[in-house]
């Protein structure tokens, strides 16, 4: 039985009473901090996936932010309704650990502790994490096999270069590399070989039997010529 006497208990049971529908109030009235809410609704679009990554990395953070906020709530609520029981069940104002009651003093700063302060719980640390963060880390999340030593095949990396090569918001200035000067370098590994391996598969051709060499002068030629890599006979196809 817990030292209280009944103005005491009396006092910190309506404290809790309070506290309860204080906590369900903000639960209702602000839509559980909006995560009933899409969040591709919230930023008005029609696919969270646009040329606006800024907007869309707010909006991440922001749905994180939300998350633990209606957690720390859901959680109180959940210790001043244990508390509530306790009262009812005469088990309130006593630590669970030690079993020896908690002094008025700290039950009015923290009404809903179940310890005493020599065993005072540690902090409770939260895994939930907005669900749109799995597309971000490691980049593009699940589509992204470049991880994968024995996958070459085209993914969500391959898929995202395709339609930024044709614009986004950005400006040469903003590009990761730092020697850009023009829009056309300025999408991931823009660089990077599109269909062949070495340079000269993407000139030098046969037909189907290895005959009738062609060659398309196209950049990588002329690349491969001012190089002095190439040989000058093949200008005579």
Same mark, same amino acid.
């Given at each position: %039985?817990? /030292? =209280?006497?009944?103005?005491? =208990?009396?006092?910190?049971?309506?404290?809790?009473?309070?506290?309860?529908?204080?906590?369900?109030?903000? =639960?209702?009235?602000?839509?559980?901090?909006?995560?009933?809410?899409?969040?591709?609704?919230?930023? /008005?679009?029609?696919?969270?996936?646009?040329?606006?990554?800024?907007?869309?990395?707010?909006?991440?953070?922001?749905? /994180?932010?939300? !998350?633990?906020?209606?957690?720390?709530?859901?959680?109180?609520?959940?210790?001043?309704?244990? $508390? =509530?029981?306790? !009262?009812?069940?005469?088990?309130?104002?006593?630590?669970?650990?030690?079993?020896?009651? !908690?002094?008025?003093?700290?039950? +009015? $700063?923290?009404?809903?502790? +179940?310890?005493?302060?020599?065993?005072?719980?540690?902090?409770?640390?939260?895994?939930?994490?907005?669900?749109?963060? #799995?597309?971000?880390?490691?980049?593009?999340?699940?589509?992204?096999?470049?991880?994968?030593?024995? +996958?070459?095949?085209?993914? &969500?990396?391959?898929?995202?270069?395709?339609?930024?090569?044709?614009? #986004?918001?950005?400006?040469?200035?903003?590009?990761?590399?730092? *020697?850009?000067?023009?829009?056309?370098?300025?999408?991931?590994?823009?660089? *990077?070989?599109? &269909?062949?391996?070495?340079? !000269? *598969?993407?000139?030098?051709?046969?037909?189907?039997? &290895?005959?009738?060499?062609?060659?398309?002068?196209?950049?990588?030629? +002329?690349?491969? %010529?001012?190089?002095? *890599? &190439?040989?000058?006979?093949?200008? %005579?196809?």
């Amino acid at each position: %039985m817990s /030292g =209280l006497n009944e103005n005491q =208990l009396n006092l910190l049971h309506q404290q809790l009473l309070q506290e309860k529908n204080n906590l369900q109030e903000q =639960l209702k009235h602000n839509d559980h901090f909006g995560l009933s809410q899409p969040q591709k609704d919230s930023i /008005g679009e029609l696919s969270s996936y646009d040329n606006h990554p800024a907007d869309l990395a707010t909006e991440t953070y922001e749905r /994180g932010k939300d !998350i633990a906020l209606n957690e720390n709530v859901e959680y109180h609520l959940e210790d001043v309704v244990r $508390a =509530l029981k306790n !009262i009812e069940n005469e088990q309130y104002g006593i630590c669970i650990t030690c079993g020896k009651n !908690i002094p008025f003093e700290r039950l +009015q $700063a923290v009404p809903t502790t +179940q310890y005493c302060k020599e065993h005072s719980e540690g902090k409770h640390y939260s895994n939930d994490r907005p669900i749109e963060e #799995t597309f971000l880390n490691p980049p593009f999340g699940r589509t992204s096999l470049d991880e994968h030593d024995e +996958q070459n095949q085209f993914d &969500g990396e391959d898929a995202w270069q395709i339609v930024e090569s044709w614009g #986004t918001s950005d400006s040469p200035a903003m590009a990761e590399e730092r *020697e850009i000067h023009d829009f056309n370098h300025m999408y991931i590994e823009s660089d *990077e070989n599109d &269909g062949y391996v070495e340079p !000269i *598969e993407s000139f030098l051709a046969t037909n189907l039997y &290895g005959n009738h060499t062609s060659v398309i002068r196209n950049v990588e030629y +002329q690349k491969y %010529m001012a190089n002095g *890599e &190439g040989d000058h006979e093949l200008e %005579m196809n």
